[in-house]
């Protein structure tokens, strides 16, 4: 169904006449680059907020290639993955790894694109009632085969994704008030009517009930109508329900409900040909007022409830126009028939009551480190005849990008020698403590849960959520022994338990073979994990590709002692008296196998100093070695070869600062130098009028080789290496190079034949004859003699 219709259809089945408004609002973001799925570091996180009373959501979900800042026609077609989450970003496991023990894994869905045109697709994603607030999309290609390749050797094809959304909400919703009935009609010409109640703290049951409902004509059939109710959106086709051609009255219970939520509840007629009418009201039971004895020392806190109901929900209720017994029917139209047409019941105290709720303090490390701190905690008392709750309130974006974490720890000693289990319920929205002789679950129809245990075999537990849904999520602990009838009460046992709740970045810090990477999306901040060393998964514990340590020693040695290959040409250059040569490559020896000590991804890992300057140094020793030897090869004069040193490493220099990774880095000065060289050999062509170099075996022996050796190598490194290869081929590498050097470094240089001073030219001339007692200071200085010397 198109986007149109659907909207049409949803507009005509929730507005009734002349209370509804229909507004459609658009959100868009900027395209962004895809990226092969390594791990959730490398997915596209878009960030969306839906607003209240929304009754459709669409997304628009649009991909498009680009090569060379082109339309990428010729690029292959990659599927493009798409995950929706409301209230936290979806976690994803699209390589089927292993998530770490004792970690909760929340429920996204979905979508898979596929290419309709060449460099083109669009998708549509539909989502009926969404729930308002944030919606996050993490979208990613397939894994690749984790080609390294020379930055700017290709142009690389760009997969560019961008997200749209397109949302109608609905505007004058009417309000129920607890406690208030009000008549209501459905015309002939509408399928339903929708309304909100909202639901504050300390309420344990909401029932909506339908009375006095009919048609015009009252001919005594049973009440036409679909009542439905859901939390914070309007009710969908599976939400709690019931048919009122059945139920008489028609009446609709929820006792488990999300605090401090509005609630939507739908009224939807079968068909008909009368007009429906009926009056409508919503009952609450307020569970504010303890049973328990006041200061008790049981629970080793002051109980709190926050702000209390009392008897009345008006307190609670906004103070804009309550629903007054006095207003007539004339105010409201057609949907009131009589001045008595609204009428009020006061709540009912509910004889279960809440068990009051112990808060706790927050107090902020860092981002994504925050302990929740409980007062006269960590150690704390169960009682046995009631549940324990304690409240942890995440903050809105701000918490939803980390790892919530639970410890819990039993003192065995508590137990008294009892088959005591101590449950706990973590819930969001509100608290759901285990009842005496209840089945052990945490969960129900309308809300789930999380389950925590500890016993006096197992006295430590923990549990993880990644990405928490922000708001409070209570946590109910209760205390129960083992009998044959199943857990009851135990009598006159107060367990104790350590209990530390926080939140962190990542599950472990990503352990030892992971690095924790805080991310961000326009305003929004989130934590992952990057794995090495062929590990994987969410806190990277998946081990099943992992290198062993023998691997990892042998990857290092052999990227680290390839380098050993640079010693025969720095003999050779010695012993050619290239010492500034000698100097390069033995500057290039060492920083290469220092970088590559310290480069490795997993722990045989020994750094020297920082790593960037390790890489910097590497890189320039790498493309000086280069620069000089085809420098040398020229033969220039001395002077100029030096300047020439000189300006290559400072134009390396400012290269390597700009982009170290890119293909010009190594082709412009190996292209720069070999001009230089071709020029310098062409004018020695020429004036010794026969080709240079002039031996065959220069050529055959020296100069073939040691250039099919680089060859080799440059075709290595631009073509071959993969991430999966990379220290066995990078070695092969490291040696091809050094021995390319070796093979291209051109001999010494002959002296210039010895010319035979010319005769001097016989003449007159004067010698200053020096007494050396004179020099040794024994006769005066003052007296000097001049011999003249004539010779023929």
């Known amino acids: 169904m198109g986007r149109a219709q659907l909207l049409l259809l949803l507009s005509a089945c929730l507005c009734s006449a002349g209370d509804c408004l229909f507004v459609t609002d658009y959100f868009t973001r900027t395209p962004r680059k895809l990226n092969a799925f390594r791990s959730f570091a490398s997915v596209e996180l878009f960030h969306f907020n839906v607003p209240d009373d929304t009754v459709v959501a669409v997304w628009n979900l649009i991909t498009f290639k680009e090569q060379g800042g082109t339309f990428g026609d010729s ?66 290609l397939p894994k690749d085969e984790g080609k390294i390749s020379v930055k700017g050797l290709h142009e690389e094809c760009q997969y560019l994704f961008q997200p749209q959304l397109i949302v109608q909400r609905l505007i004058g919703i009417s309000v129920l008030y607890p406690g208030y009935f009000i008549d209501q009609m459905i015309p002939v010409h509408n399928r339903s009517v929708l309304y909100k109640v909202f639901i504050p703290s300390y309420i344990s049951l909401v029932k909506v009930q339908l009375v006095d409902c009919g048609t015009r004509n009252k001919s005594g059939e049973s009440c036409p109508v679909l009542l439905k109710i859901r939390a914070r959106a309007p009710p969908v086709h599976n939400s709690s329900s019931v048919d009122c051609r059945e139920n008489t009255p028609c009446e609709l219970e929820l006792p488990l409900l999300s605090w401090e939520q509005w609630y939507y509840i739908l009224v939807e007629r079968y068909l008909s040909t009368a007009d429906v009418y009926f009056r409508i009201g919503v009952q609450v039971k307020d569970c504010s007022k303890p049973s328990v004895t006041k200061g008790s020392s049981a629970m080793n806190m002051p109980q709190s409830f926050g702000s209390a109901m009392g008897f009345s929900l008006s307190e609670t209720l906004p103070a804009a126009s309550l629903p007054s017994l006095s207003r007539n029917g004339s105010d409201r139209g057609p949907l009131l028939t009589a001045e008595d047409s609204i009428t009020y019941l006061a709540p009912t105290a509910d004889t279960n009551k809440c068990w009051p709720i112990r808060p706790t303090l927050r107090n902020e490390l860092d981002t994504f480190s925050v302990h929740f701190y409980i007062f006269f905690g960590p150690n704390i008392s169960i009682p046995p005849d ?38 706990g319920c973590l819930n969001h929205g509100m608290p759901l403590a285990l009842r ?131 010693v025969p040409p720095v003999a050779i250059a010695i012993r050619s008296h290239y010492l500034l040569e000698a100097s390069v490559y033995i ?206």
């Open 436 to 566: 005496d002789n209840s089945s052990v679950k945490c969960e129900s129809e309308a809300i789930s849960g999380f389950l925590l245990s500890v016993n006096t075999s197992t006295n430590i537990t923990k549990l993880r959520i990644p990405y928490p849904q922000t708001g409070t999520w209570y946590l109910s602990l209760r205390s129960l022994c083992s009998t044959e009838r199943g857990f009851e009460a135990c009598t006159n046992i107060t367990a104790e338990v350590y209990l530390r709740s926080y939140l962190t970045p990542c599950i472990n810090d990503c352990g030892t073979y992971g690095q924790c990477k805080l991310l961000r999306t326009n305003n929004y901040l989130y934590a992952a994990c990057e794995c090495k060393a062929g590990w994987d998964g969410w806190g990277c514990t998946d081990n099943t590709e992992a290198y062993s340590y023998g691997f990892q020693l042998l990857s290092t040695l052999l990227l680290c002692l390839s380098n050993l290959m640079f």
């Open 75 to 140: 690029c292959p077609d990659r599927n493009v993955t798409v995950y929706f989450r409301s209230g936290a970003p979806p976690v994803i496991n699209p390589l089927n790894t292993r998530f770490p023990r004792d970690t909760i894994i929340p429920g996204s869905f979905a979508v898979t694109l596929t290419w309709t045109l060449p460099n083109r697709t669009t998708g549509v994603f539909n989502v009926t009632s969404p729930l308002p607030g944030d919606w996050f999309l993490a979208a990613h």
């Open 386 to 423: 009631r549940a324990a709750v304690f409240a942890i309130n995440l903050m809105p974006v701000l918490d939803s990008g980390g790892v919530l974490n639970m410890e819990l720890k039993l003192n065995v000693s508590s137990a008294k020698g009892e088959n005591m289990t101590v449950f």
């Open 587 to 792: 500057f290039t020896m060492f920083f290469s196998t220092f970088y590559h000590a310290c480069d490795q991804p997993g722990i045989v890992v020994f750094c020297i100093m920082e790593y960037d300057v390790l890489q910097f140094c590497d890189f320039l020793g790498s493309l000086m070695s280069v620069w000089v030897t085809v420098i040398a090869m020229a033969r220039l004069k001395s002077i100029i070869k030096q300047v020439l040193y000189l300006l290559g490493a400072m134009s390396l220099s400012m290269a390597l600062q700009l982009d170290r990774h890119g293909l010009w880095n190594l082709l412009g000065p190996s292209l720069f130098a070999l001009g230089i060289m071709a020029i310098a050999w062409t004018v020695r062509t020429i004036r010794r009028r026969r080709c240079y170099p002039p031996t065959w075996k220069r050529w055959v022996f020296f100069l073939f080789p040691g250039t099919m050796i680089a060859t080799s190598a440059v075709a290595l490194y631009a073509f071959v290496e993969t991430e999966e290869n990379y220290f066995y081929i990078h070695s092969i590498w490291h040696m091809l190079i050094a021995g390319s050097v070796g093979f291209l470094l051109p001999p010494r240089a002959k002296p210039d034949a010895k010319v035979t001073p010319l005769k001097r030219r016989r003449g007159c001339g004067y010698q200053l004859c020096v007494n050396e007692h004179e020099e040794m200071g024994l006769v005066d200085p003052a007296i000097i003699t001049i011999n003249s010397i004539c010779t023929s």
